[in-house]
């Protein structure tokens, strides 16, 4: 016989007792609240709905219909039955901005169209997030001249950049999936907003 411990693949609930020392069994209250601590998730209200608001906005998303040049053919792409987005909750293409909470720019920006880009956001109620799809709608592309925009992130807030010329449709796929993974991360907020802060936003404050 050697000295070794036995060796236990399967962790035990048991307490671990010393040689020779009794064990007194236990009574059927402390086996019920074992039983029921087992069981038991503590958690806050506030992290509860938060992580049930942010299911609900990551897996349903509603992209705004529009294209500016040849990268809305992909974006046309992924509402097909070869890539399928409805199987990530983002099939529901609006036609209204008031409807959409996500827009996907995807194509170039001129100087003349800024302006309607940015209404188009303006009108978008919150949440909204913005998809910067392809090279010249991230950075101007290969069009760097007065004519055209230097980035859509001069007019609107961009969340995630799809590189490419024109991006496949399996890319713009992984951006709305990292969308997707950067709203399930952040903290909704719940409530009214408080009366502070929109004296500061008016500049009363």
Not at 45 to 58: I, L
Not at 97 to 114: F, T
């Amino acid at each position: 016989m050697s000295d070794t411990p036995e060796f236990k693949p399967l962790r035990t609930l048991a307490p671990s007792t010393a040689p020779g020392e009794l064990v007194m069994p236990k009574s059927a209250d402390e086996l019920l609240y074992e039983e029921v601590e087992r069981g038991l998730l503590f958690t806050k209200v506030e992290s509860m709905v938060g992580w049930a608001m942010n299911q609900a906005r990551a897996n349903a998303i509603w992209p705004l219909g529009f294209g500016l040049a040849c990268c809305a053919i992909e974006m046309m792409a992924i509402a097909g039955p070869r890539f399928d987005v409805s199987r990530f909750g983002a099939e529901v293409f609006r036609g209204s901005p008031r409807q959409a909470d996500l827009m996907i720019v995807a194509g170039r920006v001129s100087i003349k169209m800024a302006p309607v880009v940015r209404q188009l956001y303006e009108q978008m109620p919150d949440p909204k997030w913005v998809i910067a799809m392809g090279a010249c709608s991230s950075c101007g592309g290969v069009f760097n001249n007065f004519a055209i925009l230097q980035g859509v992130d001069k007019i609107v807030p961009v969340d995630v950049y799809v590189p490419g010329c024109p991006p496949r449709p399996e890319a713009l796929l992984h951006g709305i999936m990292k969308l997707q993974e950067k709203i399930l991360a952040s903290k909704p907020e719940i409530g009214p907003i408080p009366r502070k802060r929109v004296l500061k936003q008016k500049g009363v404050a």
